[in-house]
């Protein structure tokens, strides 16, 4: 395929993509939330590092999530549920 017939392709593929992460995004949003509010009714507030801690749960790496959230004070069981329902296992 020459590379001026690809490009359209690549921009469809893209504009196809984004459309899909934009009709998943309010749901990761909640499972997010259900993360921090987690963290946060067991005393932890919820700064910069649990949002991020959270969101690397969304994506599937429960024990990075853990680990982040312990690692800034939270309890271990704590860190586990929270990261268990980041991903809207909970």
Do not use: F, K
């Amino acid at each position: 395929m020459r590379p001026s017939a690809r490009i359209p392709s690549v921009l469809a593929g893209l504009a196809l993509a984004l459309g899909g992460v934009g009709l998943a995004a309010p749901t990761a949003h909640a499972d997010i939330q259900s993360c921090q509010d987690h963290v946060q009714e067991n005393g932890t507030d919820v700064t910069d590092a649990v949002r991020m801690a959270c969101y690397v749960g969304l994506v599937g790496d429960q024990i990075r999530c853990a680990g982040g959230l312990t690692d800034i004070g939270v309890a271990p069981a704590t860190a586990i549920e929270a990261c268990r329902q980041a991903p809207g296992n909970g």
